[in-house]
């Protein structure tokens, strides 16, 4: 699986943007979907879990979908199988986000297309704490 073909100003011009909703955010500590929005959390993004089965992580609250979050978001990080990426950039559309990131090994053509038509950015199989940690 190819990443998308974003260059490196363009992945820099994305870590400017601050308010990043988790989709499918760990309560387990060793799991890339905990400690990838730890880090960022540490780094000064404004972390929205979005994890129905947790009320709490990180001491942040959770939403039971990407719909329940009520302030702006800029980043939709999914950490979901791929086969299950579509319905969440479904709802993550109604959002308005301006990315939709999908993790390393994470990767849905048909998603990905269709948040592109609503203008939004799609980056897909790169790790946030890799690439942040390479630019930063």
């Not at 990180?58 to 199988?81: A, G, M, Q, W």
């Amino acid at each position: 699986m190819d990443r998308d073909s974003h260059t490196d100003e363009e992945i820099k011009q994305i870590f400017s943007l601050k308010n990043v909703a988790v989709i499918g955010m760990s309560k387990n500590q060793e799991k890339a979907a905990h400690y990838v929005p730890k880090y960022l959390s540490q780094n000064g993004y404004n972390i929205m879990p979005v994890n129905p089965t947790a009320d709490e992580i990180l001491d942040k609250k959770c939403y039971p979908s990407v719909e329940d979050i009520p302030e702006p978001i800029d980043i939709v990080d999914v950490f979901r199988p791929s086969d299950q990426v579509l319905p969440v950039v479904q709802q993550a559309i109604k959002m308005k986000p301006k990315v939709i990131w999908l993790q390393e090994g994470i990767h849905n053509a048909e998603a990905e297309e269709l948040a592109r038509q609503e203008g939004i950015k799609v980056v897909f199989n790169r790790c946030m704490l890799a690439e942040h940690q390479r630019l930063f």
